[in-house]
DNA sequence: CTGAAAGCGCTAACAC
DNA sequence: GTGTTAGCGCTTTCAG
């Protein structure tokens, strides 16, 4: 019922080697040979056998994608767009999903190791830098996404946290808000680092001052954003706005200011990020940040199945992609005087 | 820098056959020889070459899972019931997302032909029965969620669709609704058709008229919900509920409700499936059906998992999964008189 | 342009 | 308990 590459030569005539050069377009077979070939592989529904290419040629035409965690909206984009530029550069895909797990992450580096995958892209690492750097310096390929990496050999692909925090942070006191808290993600992580570093950066341009006390902290969970918002009213310091560094914190500020019966966004204004779907559903819908999520898979894609394949490298190593403020209800108004 | 299992044979001082032996666990190997073995593999950093262990041994301990779109929570959370069920047992997980693309689904099922997987979860698939029955009748391991197919060979994992649909039928005419319009999904697929089937059961079980006009299509889509709810008021007969075959069917409905200045659930009660996060952010949140998606995935992956293993197999070959129904805003009034 | 043949790294008979 | 060895199905030199 299975057939081999060698049926398929024998059927046809001709020797295996000119069936494998036909199955992998090597020029040089005649035309009329490779119809005898393809004909005989129609009749027999040859499908190559997988393992026998991976092992003969040392390479599987595969890479990974470990993400945190795919019921996040942020990571299934960053996966359509590794897959689409991998599926059109005739490469296939394997999704890891870490499910919030680091130690299944760890695991998936395996797939590097035993060869199952060319390549591996690692979408917001909990991975120490050690980790990665070893795997590196052993030769195989890997690409950060969300992340930076001091080494040669590891691509990174960005958004530019700075860049956009500061603007969100300018839009508000464009707005008139001069007491702005900010509630950041996960401390040790540098998305959190940089989008608090805009936010600072924006106020110092402005020449407003910075206030340590409006800074909490909401582990980039609504449950976290929700707190966060709770510890900052009790501490009585007056702020009409409300920076989260990711939508589901800014959902949670919402539901604490609802509770509280504090109208959004006459007496507070709330910007996110990532422009999750459930920001426009929401009353009042809110401002948030739309990451090219897409654009980051597939630069990073590109660039490692470049690598795979010793193509020059003009690029820079580290990409950083634009992202774009969304200005909703929850941040449409003057500040309260 | 790569080495082999013959490295390892070496530098321990045994054969080849018994580094296998304890790498797969073979019990017939001493503690000692194990303990050398072992300290080998550490001190070479070795790794075992998959596609060798693949090609040699017929089988990769690996499913794939072709889902429709991956950014669709439904087919997330199946996603983690497969991933979970599948790395207790000992097996890999490839995630294909077809991402709306049937040609792409296609194309996966050719990582069955060729081997790179032992089994293949479908769930939703689009692909047509002939396909299905094919792989089937030439031994591949295969599976259905969501779908139900007349093949000894294929087991299919699927929710009671009759059953809440007619229970949410029930829940509103307990409310005191007598005119309820259903909006079906894609027509051709099962998952409608048994909701649809589920809604004229439990009218009929009620006695209460079935009405044709009041059935409209929304393919499963927001807009489409939108334009089904439209279609229906542009007909002029009254009802004052409305059974959407999914949560996005229903979000369409609630903001056409919206624009039409229809009050919800004042004069127009609205019940979806899914139980999609969205349904409870929106205002009024609506009442949905909580299907147990994580054990969709997890019930047929330990059934083909067992296949594969030849473990006997005692269970039904179709298997359904109980859902609860979500009663929310959307519908937690009496219907109006 | 095509064929012969070696061998990728591992496992599973089969011996001992 | 352990070793020897054939061979899984394919690609790729090297000849011709």
């Known amino acids: 019922m299975d057939h081999k590459l060698i049926d398929v030569a024998k059927r046809s005539g001709v020797s295996p080697a000119t069936v494998s050069r036909v199955l992998n377009n090597s020029s040089l077979v005649t035309k009329k040979t490779t119809e005898r070939v393809m004909k005989a592989v129609e009749e027999l529904n040859y499908y190559p056998n997988a393992a026998a290419k991976h092992l003969r040629s040392q390479r599987?035409?595969?890479?990974g994608v470990i993400v945190q965690d795919i019921n996040v909206a942020y990571f299934a984009e960053i996966i359509k767009g590794v897959q689409n530029t991998a599926y059109t550069l005739g490469y296939k895909v394997i999704i890891?999903?870490?499910?919030?797990?680091?130690?299944?992450?760890?695991?998936?580096?395996?797939?590097?190791?035993?060869?199952?995958?060319d390549a591996l892209i690692l979408a917001s690492s909990s991975l120490g830098d050690e980790v990665l750097i070893e795997l590196a310096d052993k030769g195989q390929c890997i690409g950060l996404i969300g992340r930076r990496i001091a080494h040669d050999n590891i691509p990174c692909c960005l958004t530019d946290n700075v860049q956009f925090s500061s603007d969100v942070v300018n839009h508000l006191l464009d707005n008139g808000h001069r007491h702005i808290a900010y509630i950041n993600g996960y401390p040790d992580v540098m998305d959190s680092y940089e989008r608090l570093e805009g936010y600072m950066k924006a106020l110092k341009e402005r020449m407003v001052p910075f206030r340590p006390e409006l800074i909490e902290n909401g582990n980039f969970s609504e449950e976290g954003g929700y707190e966060a918002f709770k510890r900052l009213?009790?501490?009585?310091?007056?702020?009409?706005?409300?920076?989260?560094?990711?939508?589901e914190m800014a959902l949670g500020v919402s539901?604490?200011?609802?509770?509280?019966?504090?109208?959004?966004?006459?007496?507070?204004?709330?910007?996110g990020v990532d422009n999750n779907r459930?920001?426009?559903?929401i009353i009042p819908s809110l401002s948030t940040v739309n990451q090219p999520k897409f654009q980051l898979g597939e630069l990073l894609t590109i660039k490692l199945i470049g690598k795979l394949n010793d193509q020059p490298d003009d690029g820079e190593r580290i990409m950083i992609v634009q992202s774009e403020l969304v200005v909703r209800e929850s941040s449409s108004r003057q500040a309260p005087d």
């Open 60 to 63: 599987t035409r595969t890479i």
């Open 96 to 117: 890891c999903d870490a499910d919030n797990n680091p130690e299944k992450e760890r695991d998936y580096l395996g797939l590097l190791m035993n060869r199952t995958v």
């Open 233 to 247: 009213i009790l501490k009585g310091i007056p702020f009409t706005a409300v920076y989260a560094a990711n939508d």
């Open 255 to 271: 539901k604490a200011c609802r509770e509280l019966g504090i109208a959004i966004p006459h007496k507070m204004a709330i910007v």
């Open 278 to 281: 459930i920001t426009q559903y």
